[in-house]
């Protein structure tokens, strides 16, 4: 049993998905997307967005975020985004390298942007020449570990919109989003205003692949033109195409972050008697405050976290992936529990 | 059996390597590289060109070629480089992306520079300000399938040298060119002049990964955070390392590449006395200019080739991978022979 | 008489400096900076900093920020600044352009900086991903007409080196912040601790001339190529050297800036028992709350201003330059009397 | 009496364009072009050019070029110019740095393009994924001082927009083009297919001030902020207006041009007999091949010119600008003559 509560990221890969990759090792087929593994992806999440999209398989939630936004802004623009958000505090500056815009962060609580938020911070810009207000970028599941309704992110769209704006959602974490509220997929994106998406499946299963969904279709060359020159379109590409077919299929993808999410909550049950928790766990994470002599004693016991010094002293991260077993939680909070006690 | 002649890049992965990724898939792992997967394969390499390097997994050889020269020149800079370079023709500008320089082409007889003519292009560059030149980029096996002999690729690194000029090689087939020239990797490196090497493993047998192997070890940080803010770190580094580690294995990578070449000599032997052949084939590519008919006629009976016209009207590219069989090889031999005898 | 308070911008250039731009239209010179012009302006830059300076002339407050600080800073940096600095506000985000860096904007009461605030957002950079903290960049005299003295900037720079970082002195208002400390220049910059000044003239009374003045001269070399690759390098240089060695000839700069102050002052001492001011006056620039009546009364006498919303509702910016009298001065001051006593 | 024939840019402003900046120097105007003189500007070159135009003053020829050039081209774009236009040997990758795209050279005799050379680069960057076709850079007067007529352009242009490509036009001496044909500056411009145009002044007399002139008015709005967050636009834009101004009134830029190219060919006409010369001389730059002795002993008594080692060995630049006198130009054939008889 791993003790690991490091990341979804650090968990292996779902044996459906390193199948679908061995069974497409097979024959020759056109490289650089021209194969048929591909094109079924396209046609699944056709479906399961209940729209034409178009579909780019793409190595990591990085270069998904980056690329993504870099088709929604001009170099001058401004990238309206939460303060805590992975593209504003872990990629390096990776959005702005991409697409030359200016991220501007806006506070909110549970990493979530409220309308208000953003139409303040908008106001504020156009009063100065700042950036030119470009669009917007969600994060759902948010990285505090809530997740929008599909109700809270229409008004954010429309509040988008209504300035003219267009909308990227980070969907790092997306299926924990769509199994935590039951909202159809077509309502937590495009239907709610969403442009482009990041549609993660590493965090959620894959060996090494995510894909951007693009809502808005004639956007779709420029797109594919950036990927190419970016580096982040394989040759191969059909290895990671397979990844995504199986993702998809059957609705691993769904059934993984169902599983991630009451992993999750069982874990936030367990602790919540023993340890102040930070954020509503609507998702598969878990932030938690522990004294410094119970997180070096679980350290000592195997169990790896990381700090989460953004949330405050003393807070950890917990995260609960598709393959965290309930062995794991109980270990978790039993040790707690014990330590706890024990003081 | 396939009759696709394409690319390298259509052929499936190496069963070993497959294997190897279905086996990496257990337990929890550090991310981002901190896996000891990654770990193992530096070791490789370091074995493998008898001195300590720096290895980054990496998507595909575009990202590969342009990360890596992004380290070797200022924004200003000039990359000389082959006219018909693949950092020149087909990489929709990625190494200027990255790094902001200019490639300056330098023409040169099958696929090769010459010293003298990168000498005299950094002459004249050095009599304008046209750019800071910064680097040289030599592709090893070449783009029209030709091979630098060590002491080739010693006396053109002392020309680059000579002007304070860094060095990167392109060896998205770096080992055809080992395998053609029997020489050690260090020869063809780091002992000649090379500071860093874009060393192709996807078209030799792996599902998707290249790694950039860095000579220069004071590079290193650098190239770190260049390759994390564009999203070409993933998070599941394992599922690359695993491919990079089984391809270097017990020399899978050169006995592919040996087969590879002698496909190819193979196919340019049985071709040469029916259609003209335009390259020396000391790697696995053979470029034949097909009179119009018996293009189409072979296309018609399902073999596959990419049109080549730089090098010419009704030049094809004929390429021979770790997979193509000899009867592949003798399949197309026969059709041209029965199609050319009969006009 | 002018009744414009717009900006320091509006006013013409001293007379003094027209005819150093006369004179200079004589007989060919060296061109793009190798003329005598060129070389005396540095060396009177050199005596005045009391220090070896490299000086470049620059056409705009907006290129001389970007440009100075794209040496101090590498593609993936954090420049950190005040919430209301220039290059934050009202750059079109030129710096993140020429240098490809982050900025991370800082708050603090008055336009200012504290050294807390700075570690305190540097400590939390640091704990994520976000960006490679390289530098900070200070306005003075600052945006809300602020100025520091010789120890707070020391105490700012000491935070900034402790920590690593360069720090980069927007002055585009230098001579008010000299003016009104009555600090020698070398104390209200390296010797605090500052490596780049962009030291305005244009709104303290030249045609279009700014200067970077370099104390580090290592850097350029670098700094030099930016500048022409950017086209910031007049090829008549005389032209805009001219003006900068009129305008540091027998402290024209001093006395101008002491006069723009001694009118802000004044105006802000006349406007004080009638309307709200909203920033402390130790510069040129004053901030009053008009009602709306006031402000459309005013505007209705030929009174231009302009609105200041970032700083609230009704405020607005009144800037007093080299050109501005006495006379309109007291215009003001009365008109704003008449109407409120009035109401 | 000057010596010099380094560059019209070694020359001083005209009396003309000086008179108008003195004259400009009084009371406020609205800054950063809102003023009537950059009004008037624009209309002026309406007239001139009979069409609606925008234009943009700017600092330097380097400047214009690349800002002109980035809003024809998206990144990944190509830039067709002649391998020795000066956007691609002397200005440091400013176009590349503005736009991102890749300039591809062509060569040409006399230093023209031809429509022929263009199409058949055009057809081989089809051929692979170089950089998408985006626009052609003519340069004229050219750099090797030959002129193209309103035919010859309008055949280049052709070519261009055949292939669906923009023209930028770098007009650094396009007044002298202008006074060689006799055509019409429409007919060299947008009626010929130039969708915008670099405009040079100072190297014909004004002070440190050219024109970006803008034939298609929807791109203006996107070139306003290029230059905006490029720090190109003064804020005291009056001083370089006023020079415009000046510069179009009454034909002085007309006149200059005149004066410049039969000076130029007063000079070639007195220089042939004795020496080799390289170019056609249409314009104002005549280019001669001295023997050693002959340049160092024109050095000796004090005449300056560039060497010009792209156009071969021993072959120097020899410029003359609007303020050349017939006394200089003789005073050079006459010192050339007497050396070359001694031998």
Redesign the interface.
Known sequence: V?R?F??D?????A?EI?DA??R????????YGGDELTVRVRERCCEIFETEVEVFP??????????AISVLT???GAVFCHAEAHI???????A???S????VPVGGAGGKLQPEAVTAALA?AR??????PACVSITNATEAGTVYSAAELRALCDAARAANLRVHMDGARFANAVAATGAAPAELSWRAGVDVLTFGA??NGA??ADMIVLFRKELAP?LG??I?????????MR??SAQLEAYLKDDLWLRHARHSNATAARLAAGLAPHVELLQRVDANIVFARFPPALAAALRGEGF?FFDW??FGEDVYRLVCGFATTEEEVEGLVEAVRGKMNKR
Chains 1, 2, 3, 4 share one sequence.
């Open positions: 791993t690991d490091r990341s990221n650090v968990l292996p890969a044996p390193v990759v061995v497409a090792n097979a024959g020759s087929m056109t490289s793409i190595l990591s939630g990085i270069a998904g975020n980056a690329l001009p170099p001058w504003e505090r872990e990629e390096l500056g990776a702005s390298f991409y030359g815009a200016k991220l504020s009063k100065t020449d700042m950036a030119v590493t965090k060996m090494t420029e033109i950036r190419h020159r970016s580096g982040h379109r394989p040759s191969k290895f990671l790896q010094g953004i």
